[in-house]
């Protein structure tokens, strides 16, 4: 079953469409998405195509971004014996960080990572994260703790929210929907269509 997802930017213009495929066990899928991200200070677009594994843990990310100045190019695989390998094209660097999540800046799909690995939206937990951050356009790593904390699990209307913080920085309240998705992430992007995703041909 495949479903679209299409998400509005939160507080500037943008749009972000993605077309996943989950698995059919366990809290794996498969995403191809493009953002579209027009700025007074220069337009920006991505791609992105992601991996995650059974267990909700990242398998794979290929993305790509273009200004007007540039095209970048990023990849990251984490191996079996829970290494990353990152590649800018100018070859691959093995690092060895803790964290099984990755997030990439301005997309709200990749909030949903730790949420549906931790079934955060239907078991309440709290949790501090270890992800790997992923810069727009310059595509700069760095890794970040934050913290997931379960602040009401799917209800009758089919949605969840879970707290996230990061740092220093406030807490946002992100609403996803009953498979862990994101439909509104405040001050990153809120779907078209506030109801859970519907399934397309394909």
Not at 69 to 79: D, K, P, Q, S, V
């Amino acid at each position: 079953m495949t479903i679209m997802l299409t998400w509005q930017a939160d507080g500037r213009p943008g749009l972000e469409g993605t077309r996943l495929l989950p698995a059919s066990t366990g809290r794996g899928f498969r995403a191809l998405s493009r953002m579209v991200l027009p700025s007074p200070e220069g337009d920006l677009t991505a791609s992105y195509s992601v991996s995650v594994a059974e267990d909700g843990t990242l398998a794979r990310l290929t993305l790509s971004s273009a200004t007007a100045e540039r095209e970048r190019h990023f990849t990251a695989n984490r191996t079996d014996d829970n290494c990353w390998l990152l590649d800018d094209g100018s070859g691959a660097t093995r690092k060895e960080y803790e964290a099984v999540d990755v997030d990439v800046a301005f997309s709200p799909l990749f909030a949903s990572l730790p949420i549906r690995r931790l079934a955060l939206h239907r078991d309440a937990g709290d949790h501090e994260v270890p992800v790997v951050q992923v810069s727009l356009p310059d595509m700069d790593v760095q890794l970040v703790t934050r913290r997931y904390r379960t602040v009401r699990t799917v209800g009758e209307d089919g949605t969840a929210v879970v707290a996230c913080s990061a740092g220093g920085g406030g807490e946002v309240e992100i609403v996803v929907d009953a498979d862990g998705f994101v439909i509104s992430y405040p001050g990153v992007a809120a779907r078209f269509a506030e109801a859970p995703a519907s399934p397309v041909a394909g």
